[in-house]
């Protein structure tokens, strides 16, 4: 990891439920304040405006964020997972906005800093470093990354979790729930209630630092032999459930390969593929947060630093047949094939109307026919995410159709539709053929 531009002095987290409930509902009164102000200024013009262009306005979005971005924890969590495609959904101004999510959250002043590490280390826990830079490197929705260089020599970078975080998980995934319900985003028939509780029980995971640490040293046996990527080593005698020490690792964000050659970026992009075809299929482990914080590049070795394993998840060999099903029928162009099989993983609901399911199928077809098109699948045509995007709003914009598929499913959309981004970003053409031949 590299250090990125200077933080600000930080805030303090709101570490108490009481006070990151008076945020939340003070963030909900200034929103509907906005809304109430524009609405009777549209009103005032002749306008007659929709309660949804009311709540989506870039000054309602910025509240929201802003205030999201100061809580840190399990609302901003949410609010990143909300977000993580809007460049593709929402308007310009307000995508712009909603980045704000994505991007590194407002670090801890120095102060709770001290008190977190006095509480893990025990007071005097300075002697044991030669340097220990308290300003952070990297700061996210549960914890921000600090540098530091042991007595003994290690370099390494620690992780640091926001003080109350695991307290406030359960009653922050209700209140943004709660907000979303009011605002009318979230149609009223549908039911949310095992996606809350499946989010409060990762977000538990995700805020467990012995249990990233364990599930690092999973993943560094299982990639230990891979030439192309590379995993932190843990350093158990400073790890505790809050504090989360590894190997610090030269690297650059992975988005500067943008101006990279051509070959390099389809190399780069053909090992992202591979591993989420592998966690998928051989592992049946995956790491489901395709943030692009958690890969970077070390220039010098050539290979992807792969980083943040608290979002892991195990996937049942049921499952992993279920999407192998599908791949191959995919490869065949067995259509039928192919539609039985996104019944069986959740992807097409039985249960709601013909021309929902219909639409789910067109959206499908449109996403196979480039793959079967040519041996090389080029993630830099913009045609391609168009016609995706343009299909996939008009079938959002009928919420009667509205189903959650299981969460393994969600999830799993989530890491190849994060892969995908991140291929097309650095406008990569990757074999996808054979890579996903290997698998099946």
């Known amino acids: 990891m590299a250090p990125r531009t200077p933080f600000r002095d930080g805030s303090s987290v709101p570490s108490s439920r009481l006070s990151r409930l008076a945020r939340l509902g003070g963030m909900a009164t200034g929103v509907a304040g906005g809304m109430l102000l524009d609405g009777a200024r549209q009103f005032a013009r002749g306008g007659r405006p929709r309660l949804e262009d009311l709540l989506m306005t870039p000054a309602n979005v910025l509240k929201v ?8 924890g399990a609302a901003m969590k949410m609010g990143q997972l909300m977000s993580m ?14 980045a704000r999510l994505r991007a590194d959250a407002e670090p801890m002043p120095r102060a709770q800093v001290q008190s977190v590490l006095d509480r893990g280390w025990g007071k005097g826990w300075e002697t044991r470093f030669d340097f220990f830079a308290f300003r952070p490197i990297a700061a996210a929705s549960i914890g921000q990354v600090h540098r530091a260089q042991t007595a003994d020599g290690r370099e390494l970078a620690i992780k640091i979790q926001y003080p109350g975080v695991r307290r406030s998980i359960d009653s922050d995934v209700d ?5 979303l319900r009011v605002s009318g985003i979230l149609p009223r028939h549908l039911d949310v209630s095992p996606l809350l509780g499946e989010a409060k029980r990762q977000l538990h995971e995700e805020a467990d630092y012995e249990r990233e640490a364990d599930c690092i040293e999973r993943f560094g046996a ?4 891979h030439p192309g990527v590379v995993v932190p080593a843990v350093h158990r005698d400073l790890t505790r459930p809050e504090i989360l020490a590894m190997d610090y690792l030269h690297s650059v964000p992975i988005e500067t390969l943008e101006s990279a050659p051509q070959a390099e970026r389809d190399r780069v992009a053909g090992l992202l593929v591979d591993l989420a075809l592998r966690e998928l299929f051989a592992f049946r482990l995956m790491q489901t947060d395709p943030n692009l914080a958690n890969y970077r590049y070390d220039p010098a070795t050539e290979r992807i630093v792969l980083l943040d394993f608290g979002a892991t998840r195990a996937f049942s060999e049921d499952f992993a047949e279920r999407c192998r099903a599908l791949a191959a029928a995919a490869l065949a162009g ?13 992807l097409i609901d039985e249960s709601v109307p013909q021309r929902h399911q219909d639409k789910v199928m067109a959206l499908f077809d449109l996403a196979l026919e480039p793959f079967l098109a040519s041996d090389i699948f080029d993630f830099g045509d913009p045609a391609i995410v168009r016609a995706l995007r343009e299909q996939g709003m008009d079938f959002a914009a009928e919420r009667d159709g509205w189903r959650l598929p299981p969460t393994d499913t969600l999830f799993l959309h989530r890491k190849f539709g994060g892969t995908y981004l991140l291929a097309a970003r650095l406008k990569a053409r990757v074999g996808l053929k054979s890579l996903v031949s290997a698998y099946l």
Not at 334 to 346: C, F, N, P, W
């Open 65 to 72: 964020t802003e205030q999201l971005a100061q809580l840190r």
């Open 85 to 98: 495609d809007a460049g593709d959904v929402l308007p310009p101004e307000l995508a712009a906005i909603m």
């Open 175 to 179: 209140n943004v729930a709660t907000l």
């Open 222 to 225: 299982l990639l230990r032999d």
């Open 334 to 346: 067995d259509r039928e094939a192919a539609r039985a099989a996104l019944v069986r993983i959740g």
